[in-house]
């Protein structure tokens, strides 16, 4: 039995690796008015009443925790290390001059290698410390569960292409961002979620890491959350014409969406 507090997700960014609008692009979505085509790269926040993690740091970390004005963040997930994900690691020093000590981040002994190589400054190469370094404790993971503060963490390995990547589970609540593919164990520990935040790009052409619509649509359909949100958008989704298109359980994220769950006190992994 695994008790889960009650939690409250925000999707802090639900752009794909650019941003939506993109830059120099005049396309419908990229001129749209409508704030919900205004995306930025992908990321969400987890919080119960004790508890705060964040999911990534993108390129727009700064503005989303500036937004979301979060003033304690205890730890940090890493999905992956494309630079979608990882380039605002160096914000984190802010955490680290409020809250006095390493933030602690959690993360794939490849990912880590590679977030490394991104920032060999932080991590014994700098030559001169004018501004600090980012400073971290790190916690290589693999697919067991584990703890941070009070939230239960279930990482769900997944392909993005050919990399290996995490999706989460906290409770009933789900995120699969970068995949194009979700094996048969993965598919079990879904089993139950109530609500999925899943990858989909763009309905055509196919891509080579990322779910397109129909496919992400066909695995929504396999997991049967209680509602898909989708993130990870390019700009050829309109929210509100591509909305249109979709079945009432599956529906687009957006960036300030909240979410809030229930305790539980087991789950179905
Ligand atoms: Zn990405
Ligand atoms: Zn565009
Ligand atoms: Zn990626």
């Known amino acids: 039995m695994v008790h889960t507090p009650a939690l409250t997700v925000t ?6 690796s ?17 704030i919900r085509d205004k995306r930025l790269r992908p990321s969400i926040m987890v919080q119960s009443s004790t508890t705060t993690i964040v999911v990534d740091t993108t390129p727009d ?6 937004m979301t004005n979060t003033t304690k963040l205890d730890a940090v997930l890493y999905t992956h290390h494309h630079i979608d994900h990882i380039a605002g690691f160096d914000d984190i020093r802010c955490y680290n001059f409020k809250q006095e000590k390493a933030m602690p981040i959690y993360l794939m002994q490849e990912t880590f290698d590679n977030l490394k190589r991104s920032f ?3 991590f014994g190469y700098a030559t ?3 501004g600090g370094i980012p400073q971290v404790e790190v916690h290589i993971i693999d697919e067991q569960t584990f703890m941070i503060g009070d939230i239960p963490v279930q990482p769900i390995p997944m392909l993005h292409g050919n990399l290996a990547v995490l999706g989460f589970r906290f409770g009933n609540i789900a995120y699969c961002t970068d995949t194009n593919y979700i094996g048969e164990h993965s598919l079990r520990l879904l089993s139950g979620v109530e609500i999925l ?7 055509a052409p196919q891509h080579s890491t990322h779910y397109t619509v129909p496919e992400a649509i066909a ?10 949100y989708f993130t ?14 979709l079945p009432s359980h599956i529906r687009l994220a957006y960036d300030g969406l909240t979410l809030h769950l229930p305790s539980i006190s087991a789950q179905a992994s």
Do not use: W
């Open 11 to 16: 999707l802090l960014g639900t752009g794909t």
């Open 18 to 34: 650019t941003g939506v609008p993109t830059i120099a692009c005049s396309c419908a979505t990229c001129t749209s008015t409508d």
């Open 61 to 66: 970390f700064r503005q989303q925790m500036l």
């Open 120 to 122: 060999l400054y932080a």
């Open 128 to 130: 001169q410390i004018g």
């Open 197 to 203: 935040i899943l990858d989909a790009l763009r309905y």
């Open 219 to 228: 695995v929504a359909e396999q997991i049967q959350p209680q509602i898909t």
């Open 232 to 245: 990870h958008i390019a700009h050829n989704l309109k929210h509100s014409d591509t909305e249109a298109q």
